[in-house]
């Protein structure tokens, strides 16, 4: 396994981290759940990534029950808050009142004294910006959160985060966790150079497309039984990524991935990392083989001509 600084930050994350949307406390049963995390934790990943929405906070139980044998200190805890948790008119968003309470929520279910990476799950632009970060800076003085970071917040919103935390003296954002893959690539335009820029690190979600890039899926083809795309509780993600046109390149880029001698998840877990700016990729095993495959793209290096295959199957233009 590789580790990597979290932008600017002292702290050091696996560059494949463990995720547990759609998967820990619902399609996952809990006994093998807990086995995969502890699985995930012994073969080198430290970064375990959770929300208090995931499954209304079953995915954080989960994930503190299997966390709970190992030393706090060998391990990065991140959870969000943002969403929904309740049907009441402050049962959500970024006021104070919502992030203080759904903290200490959250270190209930997780078991534990502090969340090392605590995130805005979304931008709420019903709440004023200070009131948000003052929170957050809160918490880090109270100890309950070591760093804090957000989650496909735009260019512009970090920036204004970033300039009013130093206005302020405000502990400043030091992760952002927003949607990359070699499917969905807005945030090269601008945000990953202003994250580069101040130190921001990038811990990445859905890298294999909702198992779209793996090549499970296939033009013409009946979706796999078992599969997400079957699931109805989170097929509504996948969206246009089953299109014929989409999974005819996905079947190019899994001939192309087998040539390098790869497999076409590694592949594309590979060219994530491929980015200085990305800390982590986090990834959502289901079963113990498919953990070990995405495990064992940690320190793959991609060659340039393997790069420029994907933009040309893609049509991926990076001057555009």
């Given at each position: 396994m590789e580790y990597r600084r979290l932008g600017r930050s002292g702290v050091k994350l696996s560059t494949i981290g463990l995720g547990s949307w759609l998967t820990y406390g619902a399609s996952v049963d809990r006994a093998r759940s807990v086995a995969l995390v502890q699985s995930a934790y012994e073969k080198g990943v430290n970064f375990f990534d959770t929300a208090n929405v995931y499954h209304r906070g079953t995915a954080e139980e989960v994930v503190g029950e299997a966390l709970r044998p190992f030393p706090r200190?060998?391990?990065?805890?991140?959870?969000?808050?943002?969403?929904?948790?309740?049907?009441?008119?402050?049962?959500?968003?970024?006021?104070?009142?919502?992030?203080?309470?759904?903290?200490?929520?959250?270190?209930k279910r997780l078991g534990t004294d502090y969340i090392d990476l605590y995130q805005c799950h979304r931008y709420d632009p019903e709440t004023p910006l200070d009131e948000t970060l003052r929170a957050l800076d809160d918490l880090i003085t109270q100890g309950k959160v070591l760093y804090v970071g957000v989650s496909q917040w735009s260019a512009v919103q970090i920036a204004d985060a970033l300039r009013l935390a130093e206005r302020l003296n405000l502990d400043p954002i030091v992760s952002n966790q927003p949607l990359?893959?070699?499917?969905?690539?807005?945030?090269?335009?601008?945000?990953?150079?202003?994250?580069?820029?101040?130190?921001?690190?990038?811990?990445?979600?859905?890298?294999?497309?909702?198992?779209?890039?793996t090549g499970k899926y296939r033009p013409g083809q009946p979706l796999p039984p078992g599969s997400r795309a079957t699931d109805p509780s989170s097929n509504?993600?996948?969206?246009?990524?089953?299109?014929?046109?989409?999974?005819?390149?996905?079947?190019?880029?899994?001939?192309?991935?087998?040539?390098?001698?790869?497999?076409?998840?590694?592949?594309?877990?590979?060219?994530?990392?491929?980015?200085?700016?990305?800390?982590?990729?986090?990834i959502g095993a289901t079963r113990p083989e498919q953990l070990d495959e995405n495990l064992a793209a940690a320190g793959v290096r991609l060659s340039d001509e393997v790069v420029q295959a994907i933009d040309r199957i893609t049509g991926f233009a990076p001057d555009a």
């Amino acid at each position: 396994m590789e580790y990597r600084r979290l932008g600017r930050s002292g702290v050091k994350l696996s560059t494949i981290g463990l995720g547990s949307w759609l998967t820990y406390g619902a399609s996952v049963d809990r006994a093998r759940s807990v086995a995969l995390v502890q699985s995930a934790y012994e073969k080198g990943v430290n970064f375990f990534d959770t929300a208090n929405v995931y499954h209304r906070g079953t995915a954080e139980e989960v994930v503190g029950e299997a966390l709970r044998p190992f030393p706090r200190d060998s391990y990065v805890l991140a959870t969000k808050v943002f969403f929904p948790m309740g049907d009441g008119p402050n049962d959500r968003g970024l006021s104070r009142k919502h992030i203080m309470e759904q903290c200490h929520r959250s270190l209930k279910r997780l078991g534990t004294d502090y969340i090392d990476l605590y995130q805005c799950h979304r931008y709420d632009p019903e709440t004023p910006l200070d009131e948000t970060l003052r929170a957050l800076d809160d918490l880090i003085t109270q100890g309950k959160v070591l760093y804090v970071g957000v989650s496909q917040w735009s260019a512009v919103q970090i920036a204004d985060a970033l300039r009013l935390a130093e206005r302020l003296n405000l502990d400043p954002i030091v992760s952002n966790q927003p949607l990359y893959n070699i499917l969905h690539r807005d945030i090269e335009r601008d945000v990953l150079p202003l994250c580069a820029r101040e130190g921001i690190g990038q811990v990445v979600y859905s890298p294999l497309a909702q198992g779209v890039l793996t090549g499970k899926y296939r033009p013409g083809q009946p979706l796999p039984p078992g599969s997400r795309a079957t699931d109805p509780s989170s097929n509504m993600f996948m969206g246009r990524l089953l299109t014929d046109e989409v999974l005819s390149k996905v079947e190019r880029l899994a001939q192309l991935a087998r040539e390098a001698g790869l497999t076409p998840a590694q592949m594309a877990l590979a060219w994530v990392l491929r980015r200085p700016e990305v800390t982590s990729a986090i990834i959502g095993a289901t079963r113990p083989e498919q953990l070990d495959e995405n495990l064992a793209a940690a320190g793959v290096r991609l060659s340039d001509e393997v790069v420029q295959a994907i933009d040309r199957i893609t049509g991926f233009a990076p001057d555009a």
